[in-house]
C-alpha cells in the first residue's frame, strides 16, 4: 500500500533563509512523486512533478525538490523564502501504472519578515 | 480559461438534507476525482472516475454518491448527510497518466 509522510505539521524560516518541508513515501514499484501548495481559501496548485531522470526537480515559483530513493524521500526546496511563500504544502504519491494520488496531511509553511 | 469550477462555494445544511455539490472541468480531461480535507488527516479520496459512466470508490466512500453522465461534470451527491461530513471538498480532474491534477477551489461544508 502507498502511503505519504509529512513529519512536520509546521515550518517556520525566516525571509531570505532557505526552506525545507519534509516528505517520505511508501510504494511499490517506481513512484510518481508531487508538491502541491494551498493559500487560504483556494484550491490546491500544482508545483512541480518527478517521473524519472534528473533527481533534481524544479517547478514554480523557485521551488525545487530532491528525489533520493535510497531514503525514499522527495524534500521541498528553496533557497530564499518569500513571505508570500507562506502557505500549506502537501506531497502527493502514484504508484506506476494508478491514476490515484495518494497525500501526505500537509505541512505549514509560516516564513517570518 | 482552464479551470474546474465547484457549486456551491459553501454550504449550511441540516443532517438528512440531501444535497449535491456540482463540478465541472473545460480541459476534457477523461479523469475527475473528489477528495475531503480534514486537519490533520490532508485529503483523503471519495470516490474517482476514469471516464464517462465509470465511476469506482476511493479511500473514504462512505455516505456519498457521485455519477459521469457528462466527460465535464462529476457531481457529489450526499444524500442523508450527518455532522461527520462536515469538511472542505475539492473537485479534481487530469488527463489519465499525467498525474498533474488540477483542482477547483473547494466547497466547505457544514451539517447541523
Known amino acids: 500500500a502507498q502511503s505519504v509522510a509529512q513529519p512536520e505539521d509546521q515550518v517556520n524560516v525566516a525571509e531570505g533563509n532557505p526552506l525545507t518541508v519534509k516528505c517520505t513515501y511508501s510504494v511499490s514499484g517506481n513512484p510518481y512523486l508531487f508538491w502541491y501548495v494551498q493559500y487560504p481559501n483556494r484550491g490546491l496548485q500544482f508545483l512541480l512533478k518527478y517521473i524519472t531522470g534528473d533527481n533534481l526537480v524544479k517547478g514554480s515559483y523557485g521551488f525545487e525538490a530532491e528525489f533520493n530513493k535510497s531514503q525514499t524521500s522527495f524534500h521541498l526546496k528553496k533557497p530564499s523564502a518569500l513571505v508570500s511563500d507562506s502557505a500549506l504544502y502537501f506531497c502527493a504519491v502514484r504508484e506506476t501504472g494508478a491514476n490515484n494520488l495518494f497525500f501526505g496531511t500537509g505541512t505549514r509553511l509560516t516564513v517570518i519578515p | 480559461e482552464a479551470q474546474v469550477t465547484q457549486n456551491p462555494r459553501y454550504l449550511i445544511t441540516v443532517t438528512g438534507k440531501k444535497l449535491t455539490v456540482t463540478c465541472s472541468q473545460n480541459?476534457?480531461?477523461?479523469?475527475m476525482s473528489w477528495y475531503r480535507q480534514d486537519p490533520g488527516l490532508g485529503l483523503r479520496q471519495i470516490y474517482y472516475s476514469m471516464n464517462v459512466e465509470v465511476t469506482d470508490k476511493g479511500d473514504v466512500p462512505e455516505g456519498y454518491k457521485v455519477s459521469r453522465k457528462e466527460k465535464r461534470n462529476f457531481p457529489l451527491i450526499l444524500e442523508s448527510p450527518s455532522p461527520n461530513q462536515t469538511s472542505l471538498y475539492f473537485c479534481?480532474?487530469?488527463?489519465?497518466?499525467?498525474?498533474?491534477?488540477?483542482f477547483g477551489p473547494g466547497t466547505r461544508l457544514t451539517v447541523l
Open positions: 479534481a480532474s487530469s488527463f489519465p497518466g499525467t498525474g498533474e491534477q488540477f
Open positions: 480541459m476534457n480531461h477523461e479523469y
